[in-house]
Nanobody, 122 residues
Framework: QVQLVESGGGLVQAGGSLRLSCVVS????????MGWFRQAPGKERELLAA????????YYTDFVKGRSTISRDKAESTVSLQMNSLKPEDTGVYYC???????????????WGQGTQVTVSS
């Protein structure tokens, strides 16, 4: 069973930066894509960025495009999301997800971490 464990969340002031990390354990060859999602209070879970595990191709949504970078380290089996210029509306629970292919819908990912809270104060 694939396991994902996120870390790096916390409280940060607007304009600050955070780096979220996700350790991927027991990854199987079927896992070809990783994604970072955010769920704000009262809202649906939404994709922020995704990366192809074998090729490193990346995809960003407008929520984070231009101020975030997703990366993966095959040797360490980790996926990271570097977020800069954080805004109060970035507040939410951030989830790491793994799936067979890159997609924008949470339903396209099969495995999820427990989430890490990010709070951006104004």
């Amino acid at each position: 069973q694939v396991q994902l464990v996120e870390s790096g969340g916390g409280l940060v002031q607007a304009g600050g930066s955070l780096r979220l990390s996700c350790v991927v354990s027991r990854r199987t060859s079927s896992i070809q894509a990783m994604g970072w999602f955010r769920q704000a209070p009262g809202k649906e879970r939404e994709l922020l960025a995704a990366i192809s595990w074998p090729f490193g191709a990346t995809y960003y949504t407008d929520f984070v495009k231009g101020r975030s970078t997703i990366s993966r380290d095959k040797a360490e089996s980790t996926v990271s999301l570097q977020m800069n210029s954080l805004k109060p509306e970035d507040t939410g629970v951030y989830y790491c997800a793994a799936g067979e292919r890159m997609g924008t819908s949470p339903h396209q990912y099969d495995y999820w971490g427990q989430g890490t809270q990010v709070t951006v104060s104004s």
